[in-house]
């Protein structure tokens, strides 16, 4: 497989992030209905949720959102695109080409999309999505004969890049007493907010927990 990353001008959200420019999102997942219905769940870290929320309901690409979880500085959002969405969404791509879509932020800035694409003939079908949409599109990274990590070394249920920023966090002095570095130099090493790094790291640490430590019969 070929591990892609792409940055991407991209029209989901645009309005959104243009109004809250220190908002960054984070896609957590998506659904495709039966009825055309397409639902995303993303994560929002940042200090202006007052200017984004008035920027989602200005957003052609969005009805009307669903808060799910609210803490300080960070929201879930469910979302719903409208038609204008669905028609600029690559993710029904992903579902027909058995692409892997491993993560996706977004900024004012655009959408960082990473993904395990099967082959580069699949690679030529996104080109030719973005291009045929007026996207503009930088392949930032490509990286062939990539596996999963279930075909490699164990990762303990942890995603590429929970164990990059583990890896990252133990060689640049994070767990040291005392620390050598802050989450927010980590997130620069990655390219990633203070917030995003945070976020990271905890899923990251509680999935190593629960793979490793964790007793079996321990009550859910």
Not at 42 to 59: C, I, K, N, Y
Request: hydrophobic share 35%; net charge negative.
């Amino acid at each position: 497989m070929l591990l892609t990353t792409f940055r991407i001008d991209y029209p989901i959200l645009r309005t959104a992030l243009t109004h809250a420019s220190d908002i960054e999102i984070t896609w957590e997942r998506s659904d495709l209905i039966g009825d055309g219905t397409h639902r995303m769940l993303v994560w929002a870290d940042g200090p202006a949720f007052g200017t984004f929320e008035s920027g989602l309901e200005a957003d052609p690409t969005v009805k009307s959102p669903t808060r799910v979880i609210e803490f300080d500085e960070r929201r879930l959002y469910q979302l719903e695109l409208t038609a204008e969405g669905r028609r600029a969404s690559v993710y029904p791509t992903v579902v027909e080409t058995g692409a892997i879509l491993q993560d996706a932020t977004a900024t004012d800035e655009g959408w960082d999309i990473r993904a395990a694409l099967p082959d580069e003939e699949t690679l030529d079908q996104y080109h030719t999505f973005f291009m045929s949409r007026d996207f503009d599109v930088e392949l930032k990274q490509l990286y062939e004969d990539w596996k999963p990590s279930y075909c490699s070394q164990p990762r303990f249920g942890l995603t590429d890049r929970q164990h990059e920023i583990l890896v990252a966090a133990v060689d640049e002095g994070y767990l040291d007493i005392p620390r050598s570095c802050s989450l927010a130099e980590l997130g620069t090493q990655f390219d990633i907010s203070s917030n995003a790094a945070s976020e990271r790291f905890r899923r990251g640490t509680k999935a190593l927990i629960e793979n490793t430590v964790y007793p079996n019969d321990h009550p859910t």
